[in-house]
């Protein structure tokens, strides 16, 4: 008990602390230096944590006549969502939650933080926020099953919807074609899963105006933003402990320096990809997870036969 106890406040406070710092980190050294070559000083990789306690504490505004305790409860809930689904991920080489949970319980929680964004944009009454929400719930529908699928194929290898039993399979048996397939459709979803352009339709700034944040502030809207990075964090780790689980040694301390790695890695092509393309329409992202459920499909089946 005391093990799980003290993997869960790990796990809890590596997501909770990198998620924003990878973000700043991204910010600094892709976007800015990379993107508009700008060079500014170090501190700029804690902007993310000077953000959060800015919004923490400035005035909360809510929306007159409209449902305030729904405008309330979302971001907790979705902050909340994100963090219990970290508990199900191997991120220091053993998940905390492996015995309580497997990825149907991580794909409901994941999902019940983009709800929970849904409703409390909803429940501000703004035409922007309602269309963002709308565009939030579309893009989520088509890229869900992407995730779901490529979860599947590598549940087919190990014969476990566990965690812990799809990374030991992967460990002992090393890379299958399958599972490779699958991650490539992984990474292509995640630029989704992070809201990056080009798929940051439901925010779209130049177009809605932040979508379904816009009528969002102080400590609620700094609740919702770091939700948002800890999800990226999140969705970069199930990539690297699921997907492509190689370079651990069996310590913890190193796996989970190897395992930031990896996931830093991640944050570099997503920021990468987002400063070189330009953001598409809901129909053409229908279009290219179309593609991209045709690939996890093609995993599944080669996983199904192959193993």
Request: hydrophobic share 60%.
């Amino acid at each position: 008990m005391t093990e799980i106890l003290v993997l869960a406040i790990v796990n809890l406070l590596i997501v909770m602390f990198f998620g924003p710092l990878f973000e700043g980190v991204v910010r600094k050294y892709v976007r800015a230096n990379i993107a508009h070559s700008r060079v500014g000083p170090l501190v700029g990789i804690w902007q993310p944590f000077l953000d959060l306690f800015k919004l923490l504490s400035k005035e909360d505004l809510e929306v007159s006549g409209t449902p305030v305790m729904l405008q309330r409860l979302a971001p907790v809930i979705c902050l909340g969502s994100i963090l219990a689904a970290s508990l199900l991920l191997p991120i220091t080489g053993k998940a905390p939650l492996d015995a309580g949970g497997d990825a149907i319980v991580f794909l409901y929680l994941t999902g019940i933080g983009a709800v929970a964004i849904i409703i409390g944009a909803m429940a501000t009454g703004s035409p922007f926020a309602y269309a963002g929400a709308t565009r939030e719930m579309m893009l989520f529908l088509i890229v869900e099953p992407v995730l779901l699928i490529a979860i599947l194929a590598v549940a087919v290898s190990s014969r476990s919807l566990r965690f812990m039993d799809m990374l030991m399979w992967h460990l002992t048996r090393g890379p299958s074609l399958g599972m490779l397939i699958a991650a490539i459709a992984v990474l292509m979803s995640l630029q989704a899963h992070f809201g990056k352009v080009p798929f940051d339709i439901p925010e779209a700034e130049q177009e809605i105006i932040g979508g379904p944040f816009i009528e969002m502030s102080g400590p609620k809207l700094a609740l919702f933003k770091w939700a948002i990075w800890c999800r990226q964090f999140v969705f970069a780790s199930l990539l690297v402990t699921i997907f492509v689980p190689w370079g651990r040694v069996g310590i913890p301390v190193v796996d989970a320096i190897i395992t930031l790695l990896k996931i830093l890695v991640v944050y570099v092509l997503v920021s990468l990809i987002e400063v070189v393309n330009p953001r598409v329409r809901i129909d053409q992202a229908l279009r290219f997870y179309l593609v991209m459920v045709i690939t996890a499909t093609i995993g599944l089946a080669i996983a199904y036969v192959v193993g």
